[in-house]
């Protein structure tokens, strides 16, 4: 079996490649030939196009090759190096995609080319950034402004995108500046999705004087794990504990079945949780005797 320090560099290559190869396909097949907006440097090519004889692969990797320059120089060696990767990667891919015959074809329709692009374009952000990975590019423009004026990096995205799209917006008609920002919002959206996707979980919050037989029929039926806060009930305040449990969602009907079925009065609050790092999630679930015993 492979270590798990190589399986986790071949997952992070791999998330790197076909995320690149994916951001490449969407830009080629959507954005160019619709004459669709978007921010970075794409976009910025996209406009230097309209005015150098330089394709927009070319442009893009001239770019990347200046911003991943000036991020050695003042962000450091460990930004550079985690960065590379796709500030070379994604032009090169751009490239390819840009000669397969017909992508260019795919549909005539532009609505649903923003649809597709801002879907697929967040899905390939979502899984560079889920390996700790960067795109490079804009992002390289954002944290060097961060560092040098510390103005929060969300503002700097939003404001180096406004300018980006707005330079885009003098070249084409209103509309595609309107299916521009459809683009931009799915974009945000799928890429958020993806970056919690599969890391999602199911925090139950249970009060109940039942408490002790809740948290072992929860532990030992279900075999699920259990914290027990300290609380103390507001009308009679009478001292007890609680009981919070972290579940997969599949687990939700049968979990609180089971806590009602036990005490049918039981007080129970449910909440989706967006990430659980950690034992029995992130790690494998162990059993220390030492633990068992306290």
Known sequence: MLKKGYKDYLKTTAFIIIGNALLAFVVAAFIIPHDIIMGGTTGIAIVLNRILPVDTATLVLIQNVILLILGLVVLGKKFFFTTVASSILYPVMLGVMQRIPGIDNITDD??????????????????????????????????VLHKW??????VLVWATDIIVVGGQALFVKPEKTLFGIVVLVLEAYALDKIMIFGQAQTQLYIVSKKYELIREKLIGELNLGVTMPLIETGL???????????????????????????????????????????????????YLDEEIDN
Do not use: W, Y
């Open 110 to 143: 532009t609505l649903l080319a923003s649809l597709f692009a801002g879907v697929l374009m967040g899905i390939a952000l979502g899984l560079v950034m889920r390996v700790g990975s960067s795109t490079g590019g804009m992002d390289v423009v954002n944290l």
């Open 149 to 154: 004026l510390h103005i929060p990096v969300a």
């Open 236 to 286: 009679l305040s009478i001292e007890q504990k609680a009981v919070l449990c972290i579940i997969p969602s599949r687990k939700l009907f049968e979990t609180t079945e089971l806590v009602q079925s036990i005490d049918p009065n039981a007080f129970i609050t449910i909440t989706k949780i967006k990430e659980v790092r950690g034992r029995g999630f992130t790690k494998a679930r162990e």
